[in-house]
């Protein structure tokens, strides 16, 4: 057994020698102008003559539950954008306006979209989604004031010589900015991670370098004090297999608690696999959260029928570049079981909502970022062609508590 330490999402899995990837795979997205989310039963994978799409059984997956259903979205000048004047982007709409009541910003709220130039702040193509989801009754779920990763770290952070003076300026403008608009914050993302020695602890971002681990504290004192409103999240994956890296989310949180910062509650990203975690260790990761009286958001929710780190928890047993219908009930079962371990752990109260990664397979980050574009995978609720997956019903299942 080999073990390999997974670079994004994940966290560390034991993992037999990496399984073939096989390129090709069905297209990505595919634009159609098809509008219909819930009347077409079609098949989008002919090779194997069973429906991978479905008719579903319900005809607003959000209505289902008493906590916000939502979805990131691709939105200003990105290729998948909502926002967009064409078919791909009604296609789209069409999903987001019968399916779900919230929305995240994908990408177009994160660092370097807002505040790229120090003191010179962005907030037109953030302002018309906003004005897009309020049209349209939706919540805002949004993301996210702090994130290390380089390419959304603008330049003025690696030059500041004040960076806590200059974090908090960029937190209250944005909080209050958007402040009545949005539902809530992912105020610091994925601040956790291991070091050399494989020892959880706090990532080594330009952020702690300059400040210590008071950045965190302080990020949410700000957005507090700008936006009395909003639900503040911290928010990381690789978390729901409730290992060495929630254990020390925990304490990480413990200490927050204990020193009164406003913190609402936790984000489980949950980019996550067919069989990783195990549904028993994401159902006690959600109860240990909700014990300490924080809410529980499922923040980024997909799965991938491939995982390309195979071993124990791969599904399935070989890499896969058609989707079938046997794959598509799989899924089903595996978002009906997460739903439901969701509805089980978690008291009314504390449920921050559900989001789902993306609105549809043809806008998938993994296809880029997990499968470095050599493999198309199908992780999400909506196939390519904008029809409901077998998934979706899993989730509707699971919020009307049918059994998985
Ligand atoms: C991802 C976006 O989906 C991609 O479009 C982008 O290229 C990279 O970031 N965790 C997060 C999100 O908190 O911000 C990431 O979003 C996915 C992982």
């Known amino acids: 057994m080999v ?35 819930s ?4 098949s989008s994978n002919s090779s194997t003559g069973g429906n991978t799409t479905t008719t579903l ?10 906590f916000p259903v939502g979805t990131a979205v691709s939105a200003g000048n990105e290729s998948f954008s909502i926002m967009h004047s064409n078919a791909n982007a009604a296609s789209q709409r069409n999903i987001i306006e019968q399916h779900f009541s919230q929305i995240t910003p994908g990408n177009i709220m994160k660092m370097r979209y807002l505040h790229n130039t120090y003191g010179t702040f962005t ?22 004031l ?18 806590q003076s200059h974090l908090d300026h ?48 302080n990020a949410f004192i700000t957005a507090r004090a700008a936006d009395v409103d909003a639900e503040l999240y911290y928010n990381d994956y690789g978390i729901s297999s409730a290992d060495g890296k929630f254990q020390f989310m925990l304490q990480m949180v413990d200490e927050l608690l204990a020193d009164d910062v406003p913190i609402d509650g936790i984000g489980f990203q949950m980019h996550v696999f067919m069989t990783w975690p195990d549904i028993s260790h994401i159902r006690s990761a959600f109860e240990q959260v909700a014990d300490r009286g924080l809410k529980v958001k499922i923040t980024e929710l997909d799965i991938p029928i491939n995982n390309p780190f195979g071993g124990e928890y791969s599904y399935p047993d070989n890499y896969v570049s058609n989707f079938t219908a046997e794959d598509a009930y799989a899924q089903k079962q595996r978002y009906c079981q997460i739903v439901e371990a969701y509805l089980q752990a978690v008291p009314i109260a504390l449920r921050g909502g559900i989001t789902v990664w993306g609105v549809y397979d043809g ?42």
């Open 3 to 37: 073990l390999i330490k997974l670079l994004y999402p994940l966290a560390v899995v034991t993992v037999l020698p990496m399984v073939g990837c096989s390129s090709g795979g069905s297209g990505s997205g595919n634009p159609s102008s098809s509008s219909s989310t």
């Open 39 to 42: 009347s077409s039963s079609s």
């Open 57 to 66: 059984t319900f005809a607003n997956l959000h209505v289902l539950a008493g």
């Open 123 to 144: 907030y037109e193509q953030a302002d018309a989604l906003i004005d897009y989801a309020a049209a349209q009754g939706k919540g805002i779920h949004a993301h996210a």
């Open 146 to 163: 702090i994130w290390h990763r380089s390419y959304q770290v603008p330049d003025w952070v690696n030059e500041s010589e004040d960076l």
């Open 170 to 217: 960029h937190i209250s403008n944005i909080a209050e900015h958007f402040a009545g608009k949005v539902d809530s914050w992912d105020v610091v993302n994925e601040a956790i991670d291991r070091n050399a020695e494989g020892v959880w602890g706090y990532r080594d971002s330009v952020f702690y370098q300059k400040l210590g681990k008071s950045y965190i504290p």
């Open 363 to 404: 806008d998938t980050w993994l296809n880029s970022e997990l499968f470095s574009n050599n493999h198309v995978d199908w992780p999400l609720l909506f196939s390519t062609n904008f029809l409901p997956k077998p998934a979706a019903q899993g989730v509707g299942d699971a919020l009307s508590g049918r059994a998985c």
